[in-house]
C-alpha cells in the first residue's frame, strides 16, 4: 500500500521553510523599506491561514462562503475581549476564540444542509452583515462602531511588539495552518469532502453522513478563519467593523479561486498574489503612470487591480494552480507537446 | 389608532416604490441567471453607471436647453437606454464570450473584477463629490385621505409595472422570448435545434443592462445623493432575487417588493415603537431571507431543482 505522501517530492519543504525564517533579513538587506514589507507579509500571512480554511470548505466541500471575514471578526473581537477585559492569558486565548468562531460556524452549517449554491452564497453573505451588526450592537464590550484597541500578544512572558517579532508569530502559525490543512485534506475526513463535492447522492450512497461532514467543513473552516483572527487583533493592535466589509469576504473568495480551488498550495499562491498585487505591484504600477500622467484620484489604484485581474481571469480561467500544472506538463512531456493544447 | 393606520399605509406604499426598484434590480440578476447560470456582480454597478449616464444627459441638455422640462427627462431616457444597448452588448463581447466554456466561478470572478473596474472609472470622471439629481417631478405630493404620497414614488412603480409586462409579453410571446426560455432550458438542445445561442446571450446581457440603467435613473432621485456607493444597493437586490428563487422572474419581483415594504415599515413605524428595531434595521433583509431559505431553500417560487445520479 502506498504511503501518504508517496507520491510527492517533500525534500523541499524544508528549504521552503527555511527560505520563509530568513526571509526578514534577506529584504532588511536588500531594501530600506523593508518595514512595509514586512507589514504587507504579515497580513498576507493572516490572510493564508484564513484562506486555506475558506479552501477546505469551497475548494473541498464545494460549499460557498460570502461571508467568511464575518469569522475572522469572531475571532478577533473574542480574543479581544477574553484578553483585555477577561484577563486570559493570549496562549489560551489564542485556543478558545477560534473554537468559539468555529462553533459559529456549525450555527452557519445548520441552514447549509438544506441550502446549497448560489442560495448558500447569499446565506453566507446575510450572516456577515448580521455579525458585523451584532457587533456594534453589543456596544458594551465592543465599543460599537468606534472600534477597539488591542494589547499586544505575551507568549510565555515575552511581549511581541515589532513587525519582526509578528512575523515569525504569524508565519509559524502559516505554516502549522497550511501543515494541518494539507494533513485534513489527505486524510479520511478530507476524501469525505471530497466526494460530497463531487456528487451529493453518491457520497451519501457511499455511506458519507452529509449532514455530519457539512457541519464539519463549517466548524473547521471557522475555527482556521477564527485563528486567524486572533492573529489579526493582536497583531494590528486595533479593530473595528470597518475591517471586515464583505468585500474583504469576497476578496478571499477570489483569493481562493485565483489559486485554484480545491488545492491547499493553490489558496496559499492566491493569496500571495492578490495581496502582493493590491499593496506592492499595484502602487509600483501607479508610480509608473504618475511619472507621465498627471492624475490625482486614488482610484487609479483599484482600476488598476481591477483591470489586472480581469485580464487574468480572461486569459487565465483556471488560476494560478492551474497555469502551474500546465506548466509542469508542458515540462514533463517537453520534445512532444502538442502545440495546441498549450495556448 | 387612525393614525397609525395612516402611518402604515403610507409606509407600505413608499415601500413597494423602492421595493419596484429592488425589483427591477433583482429581474436583472435573474436574466441573467436564468440564461447563463452566471450571478453577476456587477448588476448594481451597471445602474450606478446608468444613473451617472443619465445624470449628465439631463445637465447637458438643460444647460444646452436653458430650462427644464418633461421632455428633456425623455429625452435623456432614451439616450441613457442606447448607451445601455451599446454597454451591455459590448459587456457581452468582454466578458461572455470569451469565458463560454469555462467554469461559472471565472465569469463570477469576471463580473466581480469588472464591478471593481467600472466603480473605479466612474469615481475617476465623476470626481469625488456626490451629484445631485433632479427630479422630474419635483418635490411634488399628492394626498389621499390623509396618505401624503409622492408623485415620483407613483412614477416609479408605474415604470416598474409597464417595464415588467413589458418583459412578461417579449418572454412568453414573441420569437425571441421563447428562444431564450429555451436557451436557459438547455443551451446545447437549444443551439441543436438551431437557436443562435451566443445572440440570444448577447440580449440577455443587453435586456439587463437596459433593466439596471432604468433602475438607476428611477432610484437616484430617489435617493437624493449620487455617487459610487450606490453600487453597493445591487447587494441589497441580491436578496430580493433569492427570496423569490433565482431563476423566477415573477420570484423577483415578488420579492422585491416584499423586501422594500419591510424594510421602509421597520425603519419607520417599527423603530419608532421598538426600541430595539432600530439596532437591526439594516440586516432585518437578511435576517428575513435566512428565514425564508430555511423553510423554503429555493426561495419562494423557486423550483426545486431535482438531480440526477
Not at chain 1, 80 to 109: E, K, N, R, W
Not at chain 1, 178 to 207: H, N, P, T, V, W
Request: hydrophobic share 55%; aromatic share 14%; glycine share 10%.
Amino acid at each position: 500500500m502506498k504511503g501518504r505522501y508517496e507520491d510527492e517530492n517533500l525534500y523541499w519543504i524544508p528549504l521552503l521553510i527555511g527560505f520563509v525564517l530568513l526571509l526578514p533579513f534577506l529584504l532588511q538587506s536588500a531594501t530600506f523599506s523593508y518595514k512595509y514589507y514586512l507589514f504587507v507579509l504579515n497580513m498576507a500571512g493572516i490572510y493564508i491561514i484564513l484562506t486555506v480554511g475558506l479552501d477546505l470548505l469551497s475548494g473541498y466541500t464545494g460549499l460557498i462562503s460570502l461571508g467568511h471575514g464575518a469569522f475572522l471578526a469572531i475571532g478577533a473581537y473574542t480574543s479581544a475581549i477574553l484578553v483585555d477585559q477577561a484577563g486570559i492569558s493570549f496562549f489560551i486565548s489564542l485556543i478558545i476564540s477560534p473554537l468559539i468562531a468555529g462553533l459559529f460556524g456549525f450555527v452557519i452549517g445548520f441552514p447549509a444542509l438544506r441550502i446549497t449554491g448560489m442560495y448558500l452564497g447569499l446565506t453566507t453573505m446575510g450572516f456577515g452583515f448580521i455579525v458585523k451588526r451584532l457587533i456594534i450592537a453589543f456596544r458594551e464590550w465592543t465599543h460599537g462602531a468606534g472600534g477597539l484597541d488591542v494589547s499586544s500578544p505575551v507568549l510565555f512572558g515575552y511581549t511581541i511588539k515589532s513587525d519582526w517579532d509578528n512575523y515569525y508569530l504569524i508565519y509559524t502559525c502559516v505554516i502549522l495552518a497550511i501543515f494541518a490543512g494539507r494533513r485534513l485534506a489527505k486524510s479520511k475526513i478530507g476524501r469525505a469532502f471530497m466526494a460530497i463535492r463531487d456528487s451529493e447522492q453518491a457520497a451519501e450512497a457511499s455511506g458519507i453522513n452529509l449532514a455530519k461532514y457539512k457541519m464539519l467543513a463549517f466548524f473547521i473552516s471557522g475555527l482556521f478563519a477564527g485563528f486567524a483572527g486572533v492573529l489579526f487583533a493582536h497583531t494590528s493592535h486595533f479593530i473595528s467593523t470597518d475591517h471586515f466589509d464583505m468585500l474583504l469576504s469576497i476578496y478571499f473568495i477570489i483569493m481562493v479561486l485565483v489559486g485554484g480551488a480545491g488545492s491547499i498550495y493553490g489558496a496559499v499562491l492566491g493569496t500571495l498574489f492578490i495581496v502582493l498585487l493590491d499593496n506592492l505591484y499595484v502602487p509600483m504600477i501607479e508610480d509608473w503612470i504618475h511619472s507621465f500622467m498627471n492624475t490625482n484620484a486614488g482610484d487609479i489604484q483599484s482600476l488598476i487591480f481591477g483591470l489586472i485581474m480581469f485580464l487574468f481571469i480572461i486569459f487565465q480561467p483556471m488560476g494560478l494552480y492551474g497555469m502551474w500544472l500546465k506548466l509542469r506538463i508542458y515540462w514533463k512531456i517537453f520534445p512532444f507537446n502538442p502545440r495546441k493544447r498549450f495556448t | 389608532m387612525i393614525s397609525l393606520f395612516t402611518d402604515i399605509s403610507q409606509e407600505v406604499i413608499s415601500g413597494i416604490a423602492l421595493g419596484s426598484i429592488y425589483a427591477l434590480i433583482a429581474l436583472g440578476f435573474t436574466l441573467i441567471y436564468k440564461a447563463t447560470e452566471v450571478v453577476n456582480f456587477a448588476q448594481g454597478e451597471l445602474m450606478m453607471v446608468g444613473a451617472f449616464v443619465n445624470f449628465f444627459f439631463v445637465t447637458q441638455f438643460i444647460s444646452s436647453a436653458g430650462e427644464s422640462s418633461l421632455w428633456i427627462f425623455f429625452v435623456a431616457l432614451i439616450g441613457s437606454i442606447i448607451f445601455a444597448v451599446a454597454f451591455g452588448w459590448i459587456l457581452d463581447f468582454v466578458i461572455n464570450r470569451p469565458l463560454k466554456d469555462e467554469p461559472i466561478f471565472s465569469v463570477i470572478m469576471a463580473t466581480i473584477s469588472l464591478s471593481i473596474i467600472l466603480r473605479a472609472i466612474v469615481a475617476m470622471i465623476a470626481g469625488p463629490m456626490s451629484l445631485l439629481p433632479v427630479s422630474p417631478f419635483g418635490e411634488n405630493v399628492i394626498k389621499i385621505g390623509g396618505i401624503v404620497i409622492s408623485i415620483l414614488d407613483i412614477f416609479i412603480i408605474g415604470s416598474a409595472i409597464i417595464l415588467v409586462s413589458l418583459f412578461y409579453y417579449f418572454f412568453n410571446k414573441t420569437r425571441w422570448g421563447i428562444a431564450m426560455q429555451a436557451t436557459s432550458e438547455d443551451p446545447i438542445a437549444a443551439q441543436l435545434m438551431g437557436i443562435p445561442v451566443n445572440r440570444v446571450h448577447a440580449l440577455v446581457w443587453i435586456f439587463s443592462a437596459i433593466v439596471a440603467t432604468i433602475s438607476g435613473i428611477l432610484l437616484a432621485p430617489r435617493m437624493s445623493l449620487l455617487d459610487t456607493s450606490m453600487g453597493f444597493l445591487g447587494l441589497k437586490a441580491f436578496p430580493a432575487a433569492v427570496l423569490g428563487g433565482f431563476g423566477s422572474i415573477g420570484g423577483a419581483i415578488v420579492g422585491g417588493i416584499i423586501l422594500g415594504v419591510i424594510e421602509t415599515v421597520s425603519m419607520g413605524t417599527l423603530s419608532f415603537h421598538f426600541e430595539w428595531i432600530k439596532e437591526i434595521n439594516d440586516i432585518i433583509v437578511w435576517i428575513v431571507l435566512i428565514a425564508v431559505l430555511m423553510v423554503k431553500p429555493d426561495g419562494l417560487f423557486g423550483v426545486e431543482k431535482v438531480k440526477k445520479v
